[in-house]
């Protein structure tokens, strides 16, 4: 798909793209990224892609989000691009980048975690250095091979 | 090393050379160096749950060292029991006292103490998780026994996958050049995320359903309690614990000069009949929990340095 055609079929005066989704997981990156309320949200579901065979998208509309921000979709998407645009051009193209810890956004499934009983905030390391992301409760110390699904 | 002001809450948080200077500074507090260290430090042993040989131990530590203690065993006299949060506990009880020592059924609980509080805070267990204190005094008896850490040949038998001492004393070896042998019934193996780790460190193991199996003299051979409970079929469990027995005859495939060690309380799994022999060192080992506490409760306070 080339730039031109890509920008008919996205065009956004401002804001922020999030490309190269797996898909079903456009629904999950938005309420990861906490924009549900942020104005307009497009969602794309189900794209041919060269490099993915199908892929996601979300547009957001006039935010520009921050790396903090979409770093955390890391969990799910890592493979994810993202586009910064200002009056229809990509000014910033960047890669996720996985965050080597995640504070207050994950639930601990360990009923006998600390997290689960006390009114603590949820924090969780990055274990390894792989592109897919294991996890280990600060607490409880167990460790996550799927943390997409801690997601609160 | 500098351990003042800090807590000892998993394992995890000591790289190998912490963990050899720790070790070291057991054995230095064994041979007397530092007698009367903890005079004037007031420990406060706080027991969510019941624990009485590990209390007894802190307590019995921090006495003969000179030291004071308050604290609860029972905690139903804790105000927990009146809806108080473990924090408040926590931040309340660090006015009282220099360092505290805890012991929780909550996982994560040391770790969120050690957090709020302004003394050391030492976790005396925090349910399945952790309990380091006992994890270096494995240490210091394998030390004592050998003279160093590096290069041994140890066996694991029994319940190896909800072994709580077992995890943690792979994980610290793991640093020292250990060859493992896992000796368990198939449903109780090592967790797989301990043998990855072993794997992706470069560290050897096998995995034997026997110690029959086993190609080679142990250097140690740690021995676990195998529950009643962790089996539906009581016909079933009589059957497996009675294949994980020790006993003098074991020494033959264990070697003349193995050491057994056990967490303890032991039940049958290792007969009394091998408590005379040289190789029996689990109550030595029982009994270096209290060097080993004495030397953590003085690091953390900088009695000890």
Known sequence: ?152 | MDLKGRSIVSIRDFPKSDIQAIVNKALEVKSGKWAGALEGKVLATLFFEPSTRTRLSFEGAMVSMGGRVIGFADPNVSSAKKGESLSDTIRTVTGYCDVIVMRHNIEGAARLASQVSSVPVINAGDGANQHPTQTFLDLVTIQEEFGQLEGLKVGMLGDLKYGRTVHSLCRALSSFNTKFSFISPPSLRMPDYTTERLRDSGTPYVEVGDIGELKEPLDVLYVTRIQKERFADFQEYERVAGAYRIGPESLEVLGEKVRVMHPLPRVDEIVEDLDATPNAVYFRQAHNGIPTRQALLGLVTGTIQ
């Open chain 1, 1 to 152: 798909m080339t730039k031109d055609s890509k920008l008919k079929v996205y065009a956004l005066e401002r804001g922020t793209v999030i490309d190269h989704i797996p898909s079903p997981l456009a629904v999950k990156v938005v309420e990861i990224l906490g924009v549900q309320h942020e104005g307009i949200i497009t969602i794309g579901i189900n794209f041919p892609s060269a490099k993915m065979g199908r892929k996601d998208v979300v547009k957001v509309e006039n935010l520009k989000l921050t790396p903090a921000v979409t770093d955390r979709v890391a969990l799910v998407a890592p493979t994810a691009t993202i586009n910064i645009i200002e009056d229809r051009k990509v000014i910033e193209k960047r890669k996720i980048h996985i965050p080597s810890e995640f504070r207050g956004m994950l639930r601990c499934p360990n009923p006998n975690c600390v997290t689960n009983q006390e009114d603590v905030t949820t924090h969780f390391i990055r274990e390894g250095e792989g592109s897919k992301p294991v996890v280990r409760c600060v607490y409880c110390e167990r460790v996550y091979k799927q943390p997409a699904d801690l997601v609160e």
